[in-house]
C-alpha cells in the first residue's frame, strides 16, 4: 500500500480538523463569541469521538495518527480551557482545587513521556478514553445547562488518575507504544516470559 494512502484516512483527516479547529475555538472565546465557541468546540468533541473508533474499525491505526490525535487532544483541550476560563471562570476559581490537581498530572504525565520516548502521550489508554467521555459531558453540562459540583468532582477525578495511569505506564514501558489499553495488560505483558 502506498505510505501517503495511510497518511490521508479518515481519522486522520479528523485529526487534522482537530489541529486547524483549535486556534479558531480559541479565537472563538477571546472575541467573547459564545455560540461560535460551542459549536466548534463541539464539533471537535465529537470529532475526537470519531477518529480512533473509524482507525480501529476501518484497520487504519497508524503511528502518524496516533500522533496527530494526542497532539489534536492536547490544543483541543487547550482551547476548551480557554473557554471556560473566558465563560464561565467563577465557578473554577470557587473550588481550583480540582482543575489544579488535574492539570498539575497531566503536565507530570506529558514532561514524564517527552524525557522518556521524546513523544507527547499517546498511549490511548482506556482510562483516557473514559476520562474524555466524563470530560465531555461535564463541558456539555457548563455550556448547556450549568456548572454542576458533582460533574466538576467527577470530571476531574476521572481526568486526574487517566493523567496518573500515563505516568505509571510510561515509567514501566521500555519502548513507546500506542493502543496499550491500561497499566492491568501492561503489568500482565511484562508478567509473560
Known sequence: ??????????????????????????????SQQRGLFIGLILISLATDALDGMLARRWKEETRLGARLDALADSLTLGA????????ERAPFLAAPGWLLTFLATLAIATVVTLVKFRRLPAFHLC???????????????VFLYDFLP?????????????????????LLIDRFR??????????KARRRP
Open 150 to 170: 458533582w460533574a466538576y468532582a467527577l470530571a476531574m477525578s476521572a481526568a486526574t488518575l487517566a493523567a496518573m495511569e500515563i505516568i505509571v505506564v510510561a
Open 80 to 87: 476548551g480551557l480557554v473557554g471556560v476560563w473566558v465563560f
Open 127 to 141: 482510562s483516557f478514553k473514559f476520562a474524555d467521555v466524563v470530560l465531555t459531558g461535564f463541558f456539555l453540562a
Open 1 to 30: 500500500m502506498d505510505p501517503r494512502a495511510r497518511t490521508w484516512t479518515a481519522a486522520n483527516l479528523l485529526s487534522f480538523y482537530r489541529l486547524l479547529a483549535a486556534p479558531a475555538v480559541t479565537w472563538a472565546a477571546l
Open 178 to 187: 500506542t493502543d496499550l489499553k491500561g497499566l492491568w495488560w501492561v503489568l
